[in-house]
């Protein structure tokens, strides 16, 4: 496994590569959260067709207004991937990445997975021949379990993610700033109610990310050039607000 596969590394790769599709198999957490929402825009910025696997209309609604036409809702289609709490049901994996097919024509390149325990198994049977699944989290537990033989027969890649270096978050800083990439923060929360902040986190009950004002009184005092803002659009920069 290699450690660092971070934002940045995947607007590189879909540019010289020319990687077409990207999943993320959703299941307590889902593509309009923060980690999801992030990735498919630099998808989307590298040439790729990202692929967005939620738990709503509202959430399929959200990724296609940000630009990602295939989505998937996996409640809609009510996977199962465990037939108990100790064996997995390959006929759902199979049904899983039939519907990827059905909307992008071929199996996708690489799945960000973060999930965990409860899709890994599922990503791996999902990606491509020769393709990456990259896990940088575990959300409903980190002991995963796969099937080896769909792993190592057909050259599959296992990558882990942990942040990043100071090279990679100045690089994706500055995607930032030059407009191609946009915040998706849904609300923020004064220090005083930071536990409530983290309480919607744990219930899965936000969209994008939650900011907490530590030392601002209110929001907006950052905001020192409104000509940028305006050239970014703030359609763009209020996105996830209010959802």
């Known amino acids: 496994m290699s450690p660092a596969f971070t934002a940045e590394n995947y607007l590189l790769f879909f540019n010289n590569f020319l990687l077409c599709c990207f999943a993320i198999a959703g299941y307590t957490t889902s593509a309009t959260g923060g980690i999801g929402a992030y990735a498919i825009q630099y998808v ?7 692929i967005g696997v939620v738990s709503s209309p509202e ?21 199962r991937f465990w037939s108990d ?3 997995q049901d390959e006929a759902e994996w199979r049904r899983f990445g039939k519907k990827i097919r059905e ?12 999930p965990g325990r409860s899709t890994m198994g599922a990503s791996i049977f999902a990606v491509k021949r020769g393709g990456t699944v990259v896990t ?10 796969f099937d080896n033989r769909h792993f190592w027969m057909k050259l599959k890649r296992l990558l882990s993610s942990h942040f990043a270096n100071y090279a ?13 990439i946009h915040p998706v923060i849904s609300a923020t929360y004064s220090l005083d109610h930071v536990g409530a902040a983290a309480r919607a986190v744990h219930r899965n009950e936000a969209e994008g990310k939650l900011g907490v004002l530590c030392l601002a ?27």
């Open 44 to 50: 989307l910025n590298g040439g790729g067709t990202p």
């Open 59 to 79: 959430r399929a609604e959200l990724l296609r207004s940000m630009g990602c036409e295939a989505v998937i809702d996996r409640r809609a289609e009510d996977y």
């Open 85 to 87: 709490e100790h064996t």
């Open 103 to 114: 909307l992008v024509g071929e199996d996708p390149d690489i799945v960000f997975e973060h």
């Open 136 to 145: 940088c989290a575990a959300t409903s537990g980190y002991m995963v379990e």
């Open 168 to 180: 990679e978050a100045w690089a994706a800083n500055r995607l930032i700033d030059q407009g191609r």
């Open 217 to 243: 009184p209110v929001e907006g005092l950052g905001i020192d050039d409104t000509a940028k803002r305006e050239r970014v659009g703030e359609a763009n920069l209020t996105r996830f607000r209010g959802r």
